[in-house]
């Protein structure tokens, strides 16, 4: 059963940064493991931030955080995790990690969508204020 915790989440000025973490556990170390970054707002739907297939690295993103958001993967800590520039207020929400992960060696195509994905973390509040 795989197991993810996500830190790094914060308040942050408009303009500002931050790093969120997503450490993994309890997976096969031959699988071969898609790992995505969400974020949900209040009463807003989940939506799809950034996928790496950790397999080659291919890494995919959703327009609102193209050229401002970077996904990562540092095999050695297990952990993936999401470089956010430039944040503005609409950023604001609470950010979700979420790993798929297979026997089979898979090849990066697109960027996830929730039910390509069956663990997720517990969450981190991102804030960004003006």
């Known amino acids: 059963q795989v197991q993810l915790v996500e830190s790094g989440g914060g308040s942050v000025q408009a303009g500002g940064s931050l790093r969120l973490s997503c450490a993994a556990s309890?997976?096969?170390?031959?699988?071969?493991?898609?790992m995505g970054w969400f974020r949900q707002a209040p009463g807003k739907e989940r939506e799809g931030v950034a996928t790496?297939?950790?397999?080659?690295?291919?890494?995919y993103y959703a327009d609102s955080g193209k050229g401002r958001f970077t996904i990562s993967q540092d095999n050695a800590k297990n952990t993936v995790y999401l470089q956010m520039n430039s944040l503005n207020l609409e950023d604001t929400a609470t950010y979700y990690c979420?790993?798929?992960?297979?026997?089979?060696?898979?090849?990066?195509?697109?960027?996830?969508?929730?039910?390509?994905?069956?663990?997720w973390g517990q969450g981190t509040q991102v804030t960004v204020s003006s």
């Open positions: 979420a790993a798929e992960c297979f026997d089979v060696e898979v090849v990066g195509t697109r960027l996830g969508v929730s039910g390509d994905f069956r663990y």
């Open positions: 309890g997976y096969t170390s031959t699988q071969s493991c898609i």
């Open positions: 790496i297939y950790t397999s080659k690295g291919n890494t």
